[in-house]
């Protein structure tokens, strides 16, 4: 046994977390540089490399516009922060930062992905899809993890200090 | 003396304690994200449009004919002085692999394709997530000498036969989470016509890698039972899965028959289970349960002679 008596569980979600907290930190700069490329192009200053620029004309004409991909950067930036407060919580058993913070940190993280699946356009997504799914699932996992298996070591932390 | 309420009861606590557990967490969380990546990796090149659907037809069956020679020993060729992959193939088109040829397109062009290359592929990769999940059943509670303090109020046996019966449980709810995954995506994916025949081949291909889960989940717990360190129980487990083969098919190059060693895990028949044939269906699903008999029987026996 451990000296502390925090479940092994909570340490790998914490783990977890920081690992999809830098994975959708990555995506929110992409998108947030995307989004300034798709400004440049509308705006039409000749810029960069002539695919990039073919490509970046094209999702513009499937009818996305930066202000999406700038949503969407800011829901990312918002579930990177949550996730990366939530880990010292999990660490320390924190009902309000571990527990809720985490959560909202997972519905955000779900949002993000599902808004991506919908308002991006395919030629966007393609070859992603099931690298989508497999990122839907870790905000579902944790929520389930915070709330049933461990939601009493969070209730009993907080009574001890409390 | 088996305890029926008491190997239940062993058997909820232990899907309880995977859950939090580290390790617990650790294995749901990979077999999950391994398993969409194998389906990703076969999806993507249509996908992307790398190839064309009649295009990755073609090769897949070409590599799935070549998978089935190696996987049933008759990679030895008739003519061994020509090149190896002409030979296999020229084989399975007319030669004495006639029947490996119809089995790849039994898979490719009878039923979802992806679908099949994924399940596949999840069966040569399971076999070595599996232990992640089993290999603390036992040997975290002898290690700490936890193990004595449930001994009074319960048998050996029902702890040893509760504790496979969850492990087993939490394999085939996370199989069947990752099939629904894939097939959810792929009915999206695909258009209506092509996803007919979807459902009834993932339950076919469901207790396929049910039916492979079980004797290695069985072999990750005789580790755990024979092995006293966690660590050391999951190295066996998972040194015995790639070894197996990998011994296997390089004797064989030295003496053919010593390529039978492949049997001494499922390995060398796991494939059968995605037959055309019924019978062989069932004869594989039989040395399936014999399989995980044997490593039962061989922890209990273990188990129950140990000291703890």
């Known amino acids: ?162 | 003396m088996i305890q029926f309420r008491h190997v239940l009861l062993h058997a909820q606590k232990l899907i309880i304690h995977s859950l939090r557990t580290g390790s617990g967490v650790a294995f749901i969380f990979l077999t999950i994200l391994i398993g969409l990546s194998l389906a990703n990796l076969s999806i993507t090149p249509v996908e992307l449009g790398f190839t064309t659907a009649e295009e990755f037809r073609e090769s897949a069956s070409k590599a799935i004919g070549f998978a089935l020679a190696t996987a049933s020993l008759r990679m030895g060729g008739e003519n061994e002085n020509g090149p190896p992959d002409t030979d296999i193939l020229s084989r399975m088109e007319s030669g004495d692999l006639i029947d490996l040829g119809m089995w790849a397109r039994y898979l490719i062009l009878d039923n979802p394709m992806l679908l099949s290359i994924t399940v596949l592929l999840l069966g040569v990769v399971l076999p070595l997530i599996l232990p992640l999940g089993s290999f603390t059943a036992i040997s975290s509670d002898v290690q700490h000498r936890t193990v004595r303090y449930l001994l009074p109020r319960t048998s050996r046996l029902s702890l040893l036969v509760g504790r496979w019966l969850g492990t087993l449980f939490l394999s085939w709810v996370l199989i069947l989470l990752l099939l629904f995954s894939v097939v959810v995506y792929l009915s999206i994916m695909l258009p209506p016509e092509a996803t007919e025949s979807m459902v009834p081949w993932a339950g076919r291909c469901l207790f396929s890698l049910c039916c492979l889960a079980t004797p290695y989940v069985s072999l990750g717990i005789l580790c755990s039972a024979v092995f006293r360190v966690p660590m050391v129980a999951l190295l066996a487990a998972v040194g015995a899965t790639v070894g197996t083969p990998l011994l296997a098919l390089s004797l064989q190059e030295a003496w053919d028959p010593l390529g039978n060693l492949l049997y001494l895990l499922p390995w060398g028949y796991s494939h059968e289970l995605l037959s055309p044939n019924g019978d062989k269906v069932f004869t594989a699903v039989a040395y399936s349960l014999g399989h995980s008999l044997l490593f039962m029987t061989l922890a209990a026996w273990r188990f129950r002679r140990a000291d703890l």
Do not use: C
């Open chain 1, 1 to 162: 046994m451990a000296a502390s008596d925090r479940p092994g569980g909570l340490t790998a979600l914490s783990v977890l977390n920081g690992f999809f907290a830098l994975a959708v930190g990555g995506t929110t700069i992409q998108r947030f540089m995307t989004s300034y490329d798709l400004m440049e192009v509308a705006e039409g200053e000749v810029r960069g490399r002539g695919w990039r620029r073919r490509y970046l004309k094209s999702l513009l004409d499937e009818g996305l516009t930066p202000m999406d991909l700038q949503i969407l950067a800011l829901i990312g930036l918002v579930a990177t922060l949550l996730l990366l407060v939530s880990i010292w919580g999990l660490l320390k058993r924190s009902n309000l930062i571990g527990r809720w913070l985490g959560t909202l940190g997972g519905v955000a993280l779900a949002a993000f992905y599902i808004l991506n699946i919908d308002w991006l356009p395919e030629t966007y997504l393609r070859g992603s899809g099931l690298s989508i799914a497999r990122q839907i699932f870790y905000p579902l996992f944790l929520i389930f993890m915070l709330h049933v298996i461990f939601r009493r070591d969070f209730l009993q932390a907080q009574g001890k200090s409390g």
